[in-house]
């Protein structure tokens, strides 16, 4: 067990990556890199990746979601958490629903979004708190989320009984379009929204 453990750790370097082929620019690698990836990339990983330094990926990275901006392409470069990724314009929604033969949205039930709604703005928090804020029990939503990948265990408290601490994910920034926690509206813009 311990050799098999050692034989990951040593795993063999990557080779140096090749030179920009005639033609094609670090934007046009990153974009590539970007389209073929299913989940959000992080500067470092794209610079990893490239073999550039991080403020040359970080200017490449600023010039590609200009040039995406300019809407000659079906898809915008999008910030999510520390990570970009390659987001279809809304516009082509339609068309995709229909592709892929989805009749309805997935939506999240109202108890479900409370549940998150808690999270999202209480986090790091275990699901007492959670259950005292709702006044209901919420095990079954926290299953759903977390199999949804929008929340995840983020350790556990130091309270008696070490109870788990619940917190949300990138996937939670990706699929509600948010770049960070930050941008959730604050609970101000939230009670003048509802009273608007």
């Given amino acids: 067990m311990e050799g098999k453990a050692q034989e990951e ?4 370097p990557l080779p140096p990556p090749p030179p920009l082929p005639e033609g094609i620019s670090l934007e046009d690698v990153l974009e590539a890199l970007l389209f073929a990836s299913p989940e959000a990339l992080s500067p470092e990983k794209l610079a990893s990746a490239v073999g550039r330094p991080l403020g040359e990926v970080a200017s490449a ?11 000659e392409r079906p898809y915008v470069l999008f910030r999510a958490g520390r990570g970009f990724r390659l987001l279809t314009r809304p516009v082509f ?13 997935e939506t999240l039930s109202q108890a479900a979004l409370e549940t998150l709604a808690v999270i999202a703005y209480r986090q ?15 095990g079954p939503m926290l ?4 199999e949804r990948k ?7 408290a130091d309270v008696p009984g070490r109870p788990l601490l619940y917190a949300t994910t990138r996937t939670f920034l990706d699929r509600f379009g948010l770049k960070s926690l930050k941008d959730l509206p604050s609970l101000k813009e939230l009670k003048e929204g509802k009273n608007g």
Avoid: M, N, Q, Y
């Fill in 150 to 156: 929008l929340i995840k265990v983020a350790g556990r």
């Fill in 124 to 138: 790091p928090i275990i699901r007492a708190e959670i259950e005292d804020i709702r006044g209901v029990r919420c």
């Fill in 61 to 71: 990275l600023k010039a590609l979601e200009e040039r995406l901006a300019g809407g």
């Fill in 93 to 105: 929604h339609p068309f995709l629903v229909r592709s892929r033969g989805i009749r309805k949205r």
């Fill in 143 to 146: 299953r759903a989320l977390l």
């Fill in 9 to 12: 750790k040593e795993a063999p």
